[in-house]
Nanobody, 119 residues
Framework: QVQLVESGGGLVQAGGSLRLSCAAS????????MGWFRQAPGKAREFVAA???????RYLDSVKGRFIISRDNAKNTVYLQMNSLKPEDTAVYYC?????????????WGQGTQVTVSS
């Protein structure tokens, strides 16, 4: 099973930027799709962004043009660059590995990192 450790969350003002990182261990990182999800208080977890084992990406409509997902296979790490942050982006962000791009089901999850955007 793949183990995931997220980092990079924090408190930022609206309009600011943060970069989340997710380091993976176990499995063959370069062979599987990765993704980011988030869960705000009182809401269900939602898909944010995904990247295939290649370079194909997919985004939640509300983050298109603001967030960028990328991966570094040499470092077994996936990133989420978040720009022009809004208060509604406040949530716990989770990294997911072995992601099925059609169903958005994942084989492994990280522990989550808190992102808080103040207005």
């Amino acid at each position: 099973q793949v183990q995931l450790v997220e980092s990079g969350g924090g408190l930022v003002q609206a309009g600011g930027s943060l970069r989340l990182s997710c380091a993976a261990s176990g499995g063959t990182f370069s062979s599987y799709a990765m993704g980011w999800f988030r869960q705000a208080p009182g809401k269900a977890r939602e898909f944010v962004a995904a990247i295939s084992s290649g370079t194909s990406t997919r985004y939640l409509d509300s983050v298109k043009g603001r967030f960028i997902i990328s991966r570094d296979n040499a470092k077994n790490t996936v990133y989420l660059q978040m720009n022009s942050l809004k208060p509604e982006d406040t949530a716990v962000y989770y990294c997911a590995a072995e992601l099925k791009l059609l169903t958005l089901s994942a084989g492994s999850w990280g522990q989550g990192t808190q992102v808080t955007v103040s207005s």
